[in-house]
């Protein structure tokens, strides 16, 4: 069940996860799976028949099906309250992705629902941004927050605000002829903090890995992907381009804040827009895309 996945159901129940990122379950029984609502992505850990490490769930085999336990939340303020869930996931013979859904409150009778996902294909097409609202235009849509980061306007555009290490994370799917090629990792980076030490400016980062995400095959750091302005709050270009490994599927994408030993955060923000991963055929193909790329730096 590994892989992307893409809601193709007609009329899904509210808050439905529109796609789906699943790793796993791997030979340790680990199982991450990231649903990606508009409102953003939220990530769920499971151990699959075995008892739950620290903030992981409940999942177990059933014949040919994954069975996943929810727990719900009884809401004391104005948010709703959720229900127990138990989700049975299978795989279709046309190759979907389906999902049973039961949601019961208390001894309630449970509400049933079936999902169907179908799996998602990343375009092949050289040049064209696999990461999807790279430029923040739909606030966190698609984009994993943690720590101190959100969506602000500068100069009359939305872009990532993060600060004191905070992170924004997106898995992105690769297409399947993307190893042998070349991945330009780009964006646009301002920040509040300047001076000789990294801690605090704006920074790509990428991890590249399998399907089921149980190793690292690569990694997308160094060469220009820090922005490094002379002047507060100026905008400037990061960059970076990376041989893709084979067997490579995704790329954990991350901005972030650099870190040096010594130097601590001091709260100061760093600004992220027009992020992207590009693929192409050759890497004369990858620095001429770069060296043409503008972006918010402009």
């Known amino acids: 069940m590994s892989g992307f996945w893409q809601l193709a159901s007609g009329s899904p129940p509210p808050n ?60 004391r303020g104005a948010a709703p309250s959720l229900p127990n869930r138990e989700e049975t996931w299978s795989i279709g013979a046309s190759g979907e992705l389906i999902i049973d859904v039961a949601d019961r409150f208390g ?25 999807a609202n790279g430029d923040a235009s739909r606030g966190r849509a698609h984009w ?46 301002a920040n509040q903090r300047i001076g000789p030490s990294i801690t605090g400016k704006a920074n790509l980062y990428g991890i590249l890995a399998p399907a089921d995400g149980s190793k690292y095959l690569g990694y997308m750091q160094g060469q220009q992907m820090l922005a490094d302005s002379p002047e507060p709050n100026r905008w400037v270009k990061m960059s970076g381009i990376y041989p893709v490994p084979p067997s ?38 990858a620095r001429s895309f770069v060296g043409q790329w503008k972006g918010r730096s402009r």
């Open 248 to 285: 490579t599927a995704y790329v954990g994408f991350r901005l972030g804040q650099g870190s040096a030993r010594g130097v601590e955060p001091d709260g100061s923000k760093s600004c992220f827009d027009d992020v992207g991963l590009y693929l192409f055929p050759t890497e004369a193909d």
């Open 16 to 75: 439905t996860a529109t796609r789906l990122v699943v790793k796993g379950p791997r030979a340790n029984g680990s199982l991450e799976i990231e649903r990606d609502y508009s409102t953003g992505v939220v990530l769920e850990r499971y151990r699959v028949d075995a008892p739950p490490i620290a903030s992981e769930l409940e999942a177990r085999r059933a014949g040919d099906t994954l069975v996943l336990d929810i727990p719900g939340v009884q809401s």
């Open 144 to 189: 994993s927050f943690v720590g101190k980061g959100s969506v602000d306007v500068r100069d009359g555009n939305p872009c990532f605000v993060l600060s004191n290490l905070s992170l924004v994370l997106q898995t992105v799917l690769l297409p399947e002829n993307a190893p042998g090629q070349y991945l330009v990792a780009i964006g646009a980076g």
């Open 107 to 131: 001894n309630a009778p449970a509400a049933r629902s079936r999902l169907t996902f179908t799996r998602r294909i990343a375009s092949a097409k050289p040049g064209e941004n696999l990461v």
